[in-house]
């Protein structure tokens, strides 16, 4: 098994569903450039994330969710 983050057991740590970031993301009433500005990313990148083509660095995830909560 490969010690990779992206490739892990799921976990804590795991790499965030694409239906989670969606949904963390509308809950916080956030565009979808809105948040992919809160974690310094672009608009498709975020929209890759969003239609599960690229799968979110959990570390991204934690800082999404930290901003977000600061509101």
Known sequence: MSTHPNRGPK??????????????????GLTQTAAAGLVHSTLRRWQEWEEGKHRMHP???????IKRRRG
């Open 59 to 65: 570390g991204l995830w934690e800082l999404f969710e």
């Open 11 to 28: 976990g804590p740590s795991a790499n965030p569903a694409p239906e989670a970031i969606r949904a963390a993301r509308e809950a916080a």
